[in-house]
Every structure is written in structure tokens, then in C-alpha cells.
């Protein structure tokens, strides 16, 4: 068979069907599963063939069926479905990370990222060295001497800086090392992440694939020897593993994906050449325009696109910019991302809000910023209500 675009493996890919021929995916809302003999059960735990399964910590049909799909979508031999994003990132690096490793990291990094990276990792003898993810000098520098893995989110939360994919990842396979990148901004709809050189791809599911807010999930995508050898024997010992409901929420969620994302997308870059104009924005951030500083990158990283979320500074500081939050009408205040439902957050205040002023203000986080993912509802409300908060400032 011939592959198959995007959109129609997001509908299809990855489908098995009982013998009742159900045509939405059934939810096999089973722990276990009944063996025909001893002799079958023995031979399973020997080694378990395609589609036998034998808890559900290990494996699950809706599981398998989720995993393959979101691995079709990203052009990778295999998936782990996992019960967070958080189960999917701390998963990637642990399963392949020993006492004695080097690990190198962008250092613009979500919280519970940096801290698996700073606390964790070193606490078990895994040194970790940061860098400015948009430096190549500084990745070359840092991977001269070898390193194990290099960990980064391809497009950094909340200031939507991009890591460039293939020269980091050019870097990193001459060093010897292992490219981890944590892709949730860029979504599975824009990516190519495999294509340009990473060799694992980390996505928290709850982001765009559920998109409607309903459920933690994440996955690990790879080869299939990573993905088979290193990654699931530590998973399913360790019980970081996606329930059966969550892959049948997630499922449903990956069938209207492209649909929301492009039109988030869309939304996103409508907002931001709108307030990009305004008297009351000091500083926009999105990778769709021109005004990005990687906007050559993003082009080329991203297909054209430039994502569902926007930053962009306030005048007046955190004063200001809860007045712009309290004063939206329609775009809910909250922290998720990736919703149908547009939220606005202030990041210095919740999400970055453990880290010091130093800290946050070397990673371009202001007291004025506002993080925006944008949702599905019309353009023209989302337009209509930032620039009537705007200017309520
Ligand atoms: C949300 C998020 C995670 C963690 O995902 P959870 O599903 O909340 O565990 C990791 N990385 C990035 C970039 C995220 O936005």
C-alpha cells in the first residue's frame, strides 16, 4: 500500500477491529486477559507475539491502537503510550541514562522538565550541562567531548524560541549522542521532527492530541529497537503506562487534530499581527511572523506554519497584564495549552512563578508577558476580545 497523508492516517491508522466490526474503536477496559491453557500462558510470558497481550501495564489493544497511530502520524518505527507527558520525558531519559552520563539540555525549559534534568538526573549520577537552545556554538561546545542524549523542546514555553532540529542534531550523532526533543509546541500536525534528525520524539498528549481538556496522557516515539528494547521494559516495570480510556479519548482526539491545529494556527497568526499594532504591546513572539528572530528556522522547521500559541509583553508589568487578564471576556485565564477553548496565562506568576526574578528574566520572561493558546472559537471574537482587554489596560 501506498502511505498515506496525515489526515487520513489520523482517521484510520493504526485501527484494529473485533470480530463486531464496531466502526469507532472499542475501549478494552481490561487489566488482564484470560489465557486458553496453561501452556498458553506459559508460552506468552516466554515471549508475547503481535497482538497477545498479557496485562495491561504491558500492553493494551486501545493502547496498541493509539501508538500506532500517533507513530504513523510522526513518520516512527514505534510509540509507548504513557499516563502524562511528564511519564513520556522522564521515561525517554531514564530508560536510556546510566551513573557516569552526560546529558546536554536547552536550558528554556517546562518546570517539571528542568526539574527531572536538575534535580533527578544528578541525584542518580547522571551530569547534565545547560545550554541557550538557540546557540549552536554553545551545543558544539558543550558536545565536543561526547555526550550520551541531548534533551530540548523544540519550541520553548512560554517565549516560543526555536531549537533548530538538524544542526543540533547534526552535533549531537557526530558526539555519539541521542536526540530527545520534546515537540508539544510544535504539535504532530507541524512537525518532522523524526525527518530532521531526532531520533525521539516526546509529545504530552493532553496538549493538542486530546485538545479538548480532558485527560494526562503522553507518548515516546522512536525506533523500534528503542522504543522495544530500552523504553518499554522500563515503562511497564515502572507503571508509568496510559490506561485504556485515555488512549480511547486520545484516539478520538487524533481524528480531528489537523482540523483544530490549522485553525488554531490560523487564529494564532491573525492574533498576532493584530496586537502587534497595538499601543499597549511592547513585544510579540510568534514564529509565523516575520518579526520572530528565527523566522527563517521556523519556516523551514515547521512547514510554514507558526503554531497555536503567541506571547507578547504588556507596558505596565504584572499590573497591567492582569488588568488584560481580568478584563477578557471570552479566553479563559488557566495554564493548559492546546485546548479548543482559548487560555490566556500569566507565566511569571503561575507556570514560571518557582523560578527567581534572575532566572526568569534570562529566559525573556517579563512581569508584562502573556502566554496565549489559542482556541478554536471564531477569529474575529478572539481578535474582538484581546483588543478590547488591551485596551482596558
Ligand atoms: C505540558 C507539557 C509537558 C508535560 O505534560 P503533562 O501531560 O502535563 O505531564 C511536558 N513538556 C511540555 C513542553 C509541556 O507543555
Redesign the pocket.
Known sequence: MTTKGRRTQAVHGGTQRSQWGELSEAIFLTQGFAYDSAEQAEARFVKAGPDEYIYARYGNPTVAMFEKRIALLEGAEDGFATA??????NGALTSCLRAGDRVVAARA??G??LYILEDILPRFGVEVVFVDGADLAQWEEALKPGAKAVFF?SMS?PTLELVDIEAVAKLAHDAGAVVIV?N??STPVFSDAIAQGADVV?Y????HIDGQGRA???VILGSREFIRKTVEPYMKHTGGSMSPFTAWIMLKGLETMDLRVRAQAASARAIAEAVSGHGKVTRVSYPGLESHPQYALAQRQLGGAGGTMVAFEIAGGKEAAFRFCNALEIILISNN?GDAKSIATHPATTTHQRLSPEQRESLGISDGLIRLSVGIEETGDLVADIVQALDAV
Do not use: H, Y
Open positions: 502524562s507527558g511528564m511519564a513520556a520525558v525549559l517546562f517539571s522538565c523542546e514555553n520534546d508539544v509546541f516526546v504530552s498528549a493532553t496538549k494526562l496522557g503522553g495549552l
